[in-house]
């Protein structure tokens, strides 16, 4: 059973450059959150899609956008990234329906902005 | 607003030692709680969760936490650390919103095992 895949694992941009990330969710699951973790802090909410839209947002400018597909998978998209954007971000699954709550992370992807 | 406080940044235990590391919440209603480890560079692990029930709450790796209502607070603990421990602990809650969830963490515990 797949857990929760990011692709890439490490990239590195340059400043006003845009980005994209990528998650597929485990198995079973419909619901794709993201979050930024920047070093020595805890995640931090992005957004939540469910059904294709965003369902939930987090306290992050419109430069971060987001989209889901129909098989689930999800992008992370960002927009004219400045250095403070350099962080692990991470991708987590889960299902209203499931009888646990809770996420299913994935390892995450690493970017560096330059 | 509701959130969860970890008050310790770094803890260092000596390996076999026994270990607590703290986690307080803010929530009005009874919470949703997760304790997650994270190695560097890695993803989250779910350690263990509670959702109602027997406040003592077992997870993997040999970890426990206890949920006490009147002290908002949720503590993990392991008996006897080994050295594979050392990693970055994270408490959480889960805060639903017009019917979604969303996790919300701490800031973060980091645990040091000596030798």
């Known amino acids: 059973d797949a857990g929760v895949t990011q692709s890439p694992t490490h990239l590195i941009k340059t400043r006003g450059q845009q980005v994209t990330l990528r998650c597929s969710p485990k198995?079973?699951?419909?619901?794709v959150s993201w979050y930024q973790q920047a070093l020595g802090q805890g995640p931090q909410f992005i957004f939540q899609?469910?059904?294709?839209?965003?369902?939930q947002r987090g306290n992050f400018p419109d430069r971060f956008s987001g989209h889901q597909f129909p098989n689930y998978s999800s992008e992370l998209n960002v927009n004219a990234l400045w250095l403070g954007d350099s962080a692990l971000y991470l991708c987590a699954s889960s299902s209203p329906g499931a009888t646990g709550y809770g996420y299913t992370f994935g390892s995450g992807t690493r970017l560096t902005v330059v | 607003a509701q959130s969860v406080t970890q008050p310790d940044i770094h803890i260092t235990v000596s390996e076999g030692a026994s270990l607590e590391l703290r986690c307080n919440y803010s929530y009005g209603a009874t919470p949703y709680l997760f304790w997650y480890v994270q190695s560097p560079g890695q993803g989250l692990q779910l350690l263990l969760k509670y959702f109602s029930g027997d406040t003592l709450v077992q997870g993997i790796k040999g970890f426990e936490a206890e949920f006490k209502r009147s002290q908002s607070s949720f503590n993990l603990r392991k008996p006897s650390v080994h050295w594979s421990d050392a990693a970055e602990y994270f408490c959480a809650v889960v805060l639903f919103s017009g019917g979604y969830q969303k996790v919300t963490f701490g800031i973060g515990t980091k645990l040091q095992v000596i030798p």
């Open positions: 198995s079973g699951h419909d619901t």
């Open positions: 899609y469910y059904e294709e839209e965003e369902r």
